[in-house]
């Protein structure tokens, strides 16, 4: 099992920053890559972009490219995503996941976190 617990989520105004934390523990080497994924009201889960542990790999989806960072520190097991210009539109309960393949939907990631808040005023 992987446990995963996100942190950081809270209301800023638009045109600001946050930085969500991933802390992941468990048998985190049976997984290669920390997705981030994000779910507003009445929408689908949205994928937000992902990691390998290494570091060396990232992907974003084009929502959020060029204003938010993914970032591992796998000696502490923990990713970030650095989220800066923030939107509107990028409210919602943001999650982390962990899984074997480098993927983009949902279901092929098999550990979830609870999720955090993020609220962007206008």
């Known amino acids: 099992q992987v446990q995963l617990v996100e942190s950081g989520g809270g209301l800023v105004q638009a045109g600001g920053s946050l930085r969500l934390s991933c802390a992941a523990s468990?048998?985190?080497?049976?997984?290669?890559?920390i997705a981030w994924f994000r779910q507003a009201p009445g929408k689908e889960r949205e994928f937000v972009g992902r990691?390998?542990?290494?570091?060396?790999?990232?992907y974003y989806a084009d929502s959020v490219k060029g204003r938010f960072t993914i970032a591992v520190d796998n000696a502490k097991n923990t990713v970030w995503v650095q989220m800066n210009s923030l939107k509107p539109e990028d409210t919602a309960v943001y999650y982390c996941?962990?899984?074997?393949?480098?993927?983009?939907?949902?279901?092929?990631?098999?550990?979830w976190g609870q999720g955090t808040q993020v609220t962007v005023s206008s």
């Open positions: 468990g048998r985190t080497y049976s997984t290669n890559y």
């Open positions: 996941a962990a899984g074997v393949f480098a993927a983009s939907r949902s279901e092929n990631y098999r550990y």
């Open positions: 990691i390998n542990w290494s570091g060396t790999s990232t």
